[in-house]
């Protein structure tokens, strides 16, 4: 099972979302339904909703890129560690997820808006489990089962 630890950092998500929280749980509960794989597991995710300001500082701090991103991940392990994790642990924190609400795109379709959310939180999800997009073949891979993630919670 799916855990999110929610930070609103900017009120700006407030004018779109009434209560962030509440909209990540209900699709995490889906996501959790359909995701059978880990089912007896708890695995922990801290989500920060963030702005330009924060999210810039930390590209800065740990890429070494002075520019605001849409979303960015942060592993609390290693791709290897993670595997023997998920095989022999109970409780997991898999890492930070943060999220720019400046970068949304479409804000002014509330239901374009909760839409590339999930396509953001998913992503960053997906980067915590060992997924990346360096080389083709890990893009085409990791973009199929973010697409699969996206049919189980998109209504």
Do not use: C
Not at 99 to 108: E, G
Not at 111 to 125: T, Y
């Amino acid at each position: 099972m799916i855990k999110f630890n929610i930070i609103i950092n900017n009120k700006v998500w407030l004018k779109y979302l009434k209560n962030p929280s509440r909209f990540i749980e209900s699709k995490t509960k889906l996501l959790n339904k359909k995701f059978k794989k880990h089912k007896k597991k708890k695995i922990f995710i801290s989500l920060l909703l963030s702005g330009d300001n924060e999210i810039k500082k930390l590209n800065q701090r740990f890429r070494k890129k002075n520019t605001a991103t849409d979303v960015l991940s942060f592993p609390f392990h290693s791709k290897n560690k993670l595997k023997s994790l998920l095989k022999n642990e109970k409780e997991i924190y898999l890492g930070d997820i943060i999220i720019n609400v400046n970068r949304i795109k479409n804000k002014d379709n509330i239901i374009s808006f909760k839409k590339e959310l999930n396509e953001l939180w998913v992503h960053g999800l997906l980067h915590l489990f060992g997924f990346d997009h360096k080389r083709n073949e890990d893009y085409i891979r990791m973009f199929n089962v973010e697409k699969k993630f996206l049919n189980y919670i998109n209504d």
